[in-house]
Structure formats: C-alpha cells, structure tokens
C-alpha cells in the first residue's frame, strides 16, 4: 500500500504535466497557426481545459512551477476577452519566453572571465 505522501507526489506530477501539456498546447497553436482567430483560440483553450479539468489543482512551491500556473491561468483568462488575438498572442508568447528564460538561466552558468581564475597559479 503506496504511503500518503507517495500518492500526494504522484498527483502534484500530474499536475505539473498537465500544466506543461496545456502551456505547450497553446505556444504551439500560436507558432504554428497561420490564420490566428478568436473563435480558434477559444477552441483550443476549451480542448485543452478537457484534460486539466480532469485533474486536481494542487499547491505548488518552486517558483517556476508557480509562474507557469499563473501562465497558464493568463491564458484560460484571455478566452473570452475583447482584446485582439495578435496582441493576445504577443502577451503570452513573451510570458512564456521568459519562463522559458528563467528556467534556462538556474540550468545554465556562464563562468565569466574562466581565464583569470587561473591568473594566480604563474
């Protein structure tokens, strides 16, 4: 029998990955789309709203983790809204560049001036 706190882990996974499924959805439908309509885009939020309503939104605590629940909330919040698709389109396409941004910027370290660490040795 799985422990509380295995199945609690287990269910925040899914949960991440419905969120990312559901992010990755929508940037791909901005990408590759090339007549972008209103009409459209709230079709393939409601398609996508399918698989994450299925699931149970837990609490998260990374702070990327975090920004994308809010990404993900921005874009579900811009179904129905007057605002142009285009300027829709460069509003989460940006938000989602940064995320992106983030994510790179703690994966990746650029030692800056690797030269003169070694300047001390001659």
Partial sequence: MASNKVVENSQRLRYIRALERFHKSIVSYFLNTPELTIKGYNKKIDSALK????????????????????LVKK????????????????????????????????????????????????
């Fill in 75 to 122: 874009m579900i919040e811009y179904k129905d809204s007057e605002k142009n698709v285009d300027d829709i389109k460069e509003d989460l396409l940006y938000r989602s560049n940064q995320l992106d941004k983030s994510k790179n910027a703690r994966r990746y370290k650029k030692d800056k001036h690797t030269n003169s660490k070694f300047d001390d040795w001659d």
């Fill in 51 to 70: 698989l994450l309503n299925r699931i149970e939104e837990l609490p998260l605590y990374k702070g990327e983790l975090q920004d994308l629940q809010k």
